[in-house]
């Protein structure tokens, strides 16, 4: 998981705040993927985006969650006025132009966000 | 939606002894991919499979992609004490579109 950069690490946030996490890809990658875990859960897809289009954000909460990859500058995931059960890790992912044989996605280290 | 079935939840074994886990899905996926994750970390990828019956190693993991597309499994061959961690399946229908994983496999290696 080599270079795909989130930060920050650790976040914590009382209800009703917002949690901005930020997310650069590995270089020369230009597909961004969110996904959330819960402890001791698997990953589930969050959201999906190249630069500047939001691919798949089927897996997106309906309110108070929202992402962006712009031209220039980290992917954002932003949650706002958060509740205790938006705790958990979220965790980043890119890949490369993605080819008939198949592409392969490299993750981050997370985002472990509290909510208190 | 998509679901994986991850088997077992949870492996104690000792050290040097091989293990097996295995995912199921409802549906078929063009690519399985096999993750570890250590706790406070992301998960990091250890195995890509593309093809239909294809059989790949990595070092002392060795993992296949099911004939029907619907399956895969991992193995472990003499296990060390730094395999310990949870290892995750997921597939991926099209290139460059969501994985979906499952729930993972808690391995646990006694010295």
């Known amino acids: 998981n080599a270079g795909v950069m989130q930060n920050p690490r650790h976040l914590v946030r009382r209800r009703g705040q917002e949690a901005r996490l930020r997310c650069s890809p590995m270089?020369?990658?230009?597909?961004v993927y969110w996904y959330r875990q819960l402890p001791e859960e698997g990953l589930k897809f969050m959201v999906y985006?190249?630069?500047?289009?939001?691919?798949?954000e089927s897996g997106m909460p309906k309110e108070r969650f929202s992402a962006e990859f712009p031209k220039e500058g980290p992917s954002i995931l932003r949650i706002q006025q958060v509740v205790r059960g938006d705790s958990a890790a979220y965790f980043c992912a890119s890949s490369p132009v993605g080819s008939y044989s198949g592409n392969t996605i490299y993750f981050g280290e997370g985002s472990w966000l509290t909510v208190v | 939606g998509q679901q994986l079935n991850q088997s077992p939840q949870s492996m104690f074994i000792q050290e040097g002894e091989d293990v097996s886990m295995n995912c199921t899905s409802s549906s078929i996926f063009n690519t399985w991919l096999w993750y570890k994750q250590e706790p406070g970390e992301g998960p990091v990828l250890l195995i890509a499979l593309y093809k239909a019956g294809e059989l790949t190693s990595n070092g002392r993991l060795t993992a296949q992609f099911g004939i029907t597309r619907k399956d895969s499994f991992l193995n472990i061959s003499a296990s060390i004490p730094s395999d310990v961690g949870i290892y995750f399946c997921a597939g991926q229908e099209t290139s460059g579109s969501r994985l979906t994983f499952g729930e993972g496999t808690q391995l646990t290696v006694n010295p």
């Open positions: 985006l190249q630069k500047e289009n939001i691919i798949d």
């Open positions: 270089k020369g990658h230009s597909h």
